[in-house]
């Protein structure tokens, strides 16, 4: 049984989740990977799209088996998006979906994304926050969700998505504070932040400065 590459990007968050495993491991990360999407974004349903790049017979072979599996998890009644490898971008270009009308500031921001730690939107949302967002100094935010859907004019259930990718990713994390929920920026994420060695010196390992809490 042969190596099979997984590419599963997910319409409504705009994040294209890959990894490449013997193929009935590969199959199996996927039920998970759909079955968690799923769960968080029931409206995903038929925005899914599946690429698997290998062996030819092995590949058509485990694409129905993700179409069959996705029918299921649906209950058959919406057709899952199966694509040819050809047709899904992947993790490293942009998302083929629309993007909120935002340029970004940052060169590093700009270097994530095209090096595929981040999707488009991840970066368009990463971006804001470190550019619009932030106004003061180190770890302070009054950032929340609606904030950054409403300065890009985008869906605020897409950029819960993405701010949930974000701090996965590390990036973000959120606290409730007064019962707001508030979004913070971990060292990660500052250190996209082109101007970092001047705005955000604590979170540079080996300044003097440097606060490791934040990691």
């Not at 590949?59 to 129905?64: E, G, I």
């Not at 899952?80 to 490293?92: G, Q, R």
Request: net charge negative.
């Amino acid at each position: 049984m042969g190596i099979l590459k997984y590419a599963v990007t997910n319409g409504v968050t705009g994040e294209t989740k890959s990894w490449e495993k013997e193929a009935k491991t590969a199959h199996r990360t996927f039920r998970a990977t759909v079955k968690e999407d799923l769960a968080s974004y029931p409206e995903s349903a038929d925005k899914i799209a599946i690429n698997i790049e290998g062996e030819e017979s092995e590949k058509q072979l485990y694409l129905k088996k993700a179409s069959d599996y996705l029918a299921k998890l649906t209950g058959g009644k919406i057709a899952p998006v199966v694509t040819k490898p050809s047709e899904t971008a992947k993790p490293s270009e942009k998302a083929p979906e629309k993007l909120p009308n935002f340029e970004i500031a940052n060169k590093k921001v700009i270097e994530a994304r095209d090096a595929g730690t981040l999707t488009a939107l991840e970066a368009i949302v990463m971006d804001w926050i470190l550019d619009v967002g932030f106004y003061a100094e180190y770890t302070f935010s009054d950032i929340e969700v609606g904030d950054i859907a409403s300065g890009l004019e985008w869906d605020i259930n897409v950029i819960k998505g993405v701010v949930g990718s974000l701090c996965n990713k590390n990036y973000l994390y959120v606290d409730n504070v007064d019962g707001i929920k508030i979004v913070y920026a971990k060292n990660r994420a500052y250190r996209l932040d082109d101007k970092v060695e001047t705005k955000y010196p604590e979170a540079i390992p080996g300044n003097e400065y440097y606060n490791s809490i934040f990691e």
